[in-house]
Nanobody, 116 residues
């Protein structure tokens, strides 16, 4: 079964940290660049970080220096380490292929809430 399962979200105070995990079935993960996306209330979903099969990473400017994406090819896992969290990082976070997500791969996502 083709699926993506995100976990690790939660509530954190500004300045805090969280580590998100994404478990991917082999059909999705193998040979594909992967990314973390987020969707805040009332906003479009956006790609915030991506990692190639070889481990080359990229992040959007708004999270540069704070978010780090990584992958474990042996475990079919993708991670997003988030530090220095800000209220504007509040969103549901998803993983999917990158830079073009596949519509039929979206999982349920994991909620990240940053507030005091």
């Amino acid at each position: 079964q083709v699926r993506l399962v995100e976990s690790g979200g939660g509530w954190v105070q500004p300045g805090g940290s969280l580590r998100l995990s994404c478990a991917a079935s082999g059909e999705i993960f193998s040979g594909r660049a992967m990314g973390w996306y987020r969707q805040a209330p009332g906003k479009q979903r956006e790609l915030v970080a991506a990692v190639t099969t070889g481990g080359t990473t990229s992040v959007v400017n708004s999270v540069k220096g704070r978010f780090t994406i990584s992958r474990d090819n042996a475990k079919n896992m993708v991670y997003l380490q988030m530090t220095g969290l800000k209220p504007e990082d509040t969103a549901v976070y998803y993983c999917n292929c990158a830079p073009l997500a596949r519509d039929n791969f979206w999982g349920q996502g994991t909620q990240v809430t940053v507030s005091s």
